[in-house]
């Protein structure tokens, strides 16, 4: 059984105890009936911003992205992690990965793209790579002048309101951050960073946080702030993501609830381009 199978089979085993030790009542409550439809007026805009077409094309963000078996393959990302957030009732999906680029911002961004495009979820996309941040710069958020993002507001320097964007994206919303800042993983569980995350989840009722994360490997971070998240979404690139980190990475994976793993730069075309790798699937992929 490769790791990431044993990974995958081990929060199964986690969310079937959770399930079976959940009271009745909870678990009616959550299944896909008929979803609460948000009030409009709730619903907040934010600072807007016009994203360009060009730099979306350019760095492959939907919904500039034409490849018809890239589209299909979020689409399915997008559902089974729906479904899976509405199973538990979890709200807060990381996105992280074994080393550096793998695509996790890419597929952070998409994944929280095509999540908006679903009419009844509203969506915060938020760069916690505190040292890395890449979120605007794929958005082409950058070089608006005098923006402010999350390291200002983690440094006291901008309030809350200030650092949150709506880009010309339906239900979508952006916590971006312009300055990469050391110290990052004391920032990351410090009171202001848990004030943030309790502020944005107050926001809008059913709204989704998706948080881009550092690897697990180059730093403490995504430890430092699992305390906040709910689910783990780890990519892994093919040829590029060692058996050796990915054994390495066990350890801190055990200690989240990993949520699916998403197989990114796959030579197979087709439906399987960015594959999505779950509790369904786990038995039938090396
Ligand atoms: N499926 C893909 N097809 C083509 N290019 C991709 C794909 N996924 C990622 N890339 C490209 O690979 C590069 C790295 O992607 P990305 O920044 O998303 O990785 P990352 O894992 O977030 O990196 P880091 O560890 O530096 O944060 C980018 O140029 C991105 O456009
Ligand atoms: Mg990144």
Redesign the pocket.
Same mark, same amino acid.
């Given at each position: 059984m490769s790791i990431i199978e044993e990974a995958v089979r081990k929060s199964a085993e986690q969310r079937h105890r959770q399930d079976a030790s959940a009271p009745q009542v909870a678990r009616t409550r959550v299944r896909r009936v008929t979803p609460a439809p948000v009030e409009m007026a709730q619903a907040k805009e934010y600072q807007r911003v016009s994203l360009d077409a060009g730099v979306l094309e350019q /760095? *492959?963000i939907l919904p500039r992205i034409s490849d018809q078996a890239?589209l299909r393959a979020y689409k399915i990302l997008r559902t089974r992690v729906l479904r899976r957030l509405e199973a538990n009732q979890w709200r807060v999906l990381a996105v992280s990965?074994v !080393?550096?680029?793998?695509?996790? !911002?890419? !597929? #952070?961004?998409n994944l929280a793209i095509a999540l908006s495009q679903d009419v009844n979820t509203w969506v915060f996309l938020v760069d916690l790579?505190l040292q *890395?941040p890449?979120v605007a710069s +794929?958005l082409g958020l950058s070089g608006l002048g005098g923006e402010k993002g999350l390291s200002d507001y983690l440094l006291g320097e901008a309030p809350f309101e200030s650092i949150l964007y709506s880009p010309d994206i339906e239900r979508l919303s952006v916590v971006p951050n312009f300055q990469p800042v050391p110290q990052s993983s004391e920032l990351l569980s410090s009171p202001r960073m848990i004030e943030l995350m309790q502020a944005l989840e107050n926001e809008v009722p059913r709204r989704i946080i998706v948080l881009?994360m &550092? &690897?697990v490997l #180059?730093s403490d971070d995504v430890l430092a702030f699992s305390p906040q998240i709910d689910g783990l979404l780890l990519?892994v690139?093919e040829g590029a993501t060692s058996r050796d980190s990915l054994q390495t990475a066990k350890e801190v994976l055990a200690e989240m609830n990993l949520l699916g793993v998403v197989l /990114? *730069?796959?030579s197979e075309r087709d439906d399987s #381009? +960015?594959y999505s790798y779950d509790q369904g699937s786990a038995g039938s992929r090396p």
């Open positions: /760095n *492959r890239a990965g !080393t550096v680029g793998e695509g996790k !911002t890419l !597929t #952070a961004i790579d *890395r890449r +794929y881009d &550092p &690897p #180059a990519v690139a /990114n *730069r796959s #381009a +960015y």
